[in-house]
Nanobody, 122 residues
Framework: QAQLVESGGGSVQAGGSLRLSCENS????????MGWFRQAPGKEREGVAL???????NYDDTVKGRFTISKNSAKNVLYLQMNSLKPEDSAMYYC????????????????WGQGTQVTVSA
């Protein structure tokens, strides 16, 4: 059973940067799309960024141009580089392994991490 473990969260001021990491204990990158999600208190969970097996990436409009998803397959680590952070980016961030059908990523997850908290102050 693979596990996903996020790290790298913290508290920063608006305009700052953080890099989140998600280590997976199984070799998930070859079989799954990988994604970052976030959930703020009182709000629904939302997708932030996706990367598929061919390294095709997709971002939510709210983070385009500021966040970058990437992966290091040799180290089995997924990253989310977050720049120009805003208070509205504050949330618990999760990584997930999502089923891929053909060339499309679904939102059906088989693995989900425990989350890492990001807090951005004004």
């Amino acid at each position: 059973q693979a596990q996903l473990v996020e790290s790298g969260g913290g508290s920063v001021q608006a305009g700052g940067s953080l890099r989140l990491s998600c280590e997976n204990s199984g070799r998930l990158f070859s079989s799954y799309c990988m994604g970052w999600f976030r959930q703020a208190p009182g709000k629904e969970r939302e997708g932030v960024a996706l990367i598929d097996g061919d390294d095709y990436v997709n971002y939510d409009d709210t983070v385009k141009g500021r966040f970058t998803i990437s992966k290091n397959s040799a180290k089995n680590v997924l990253y989310l580089q977050m720049n120009s952070l805003k208070p509205e980016d504050s949330a618990m961030y999760y990584c997930a392994a999502l089923r891929q059908y053909g060339s499309s990523c679904s939102y059906e997850y088989d693995y989900w991490g425990q989350g890492t908290q990001v807090t951005v102050s004004a």
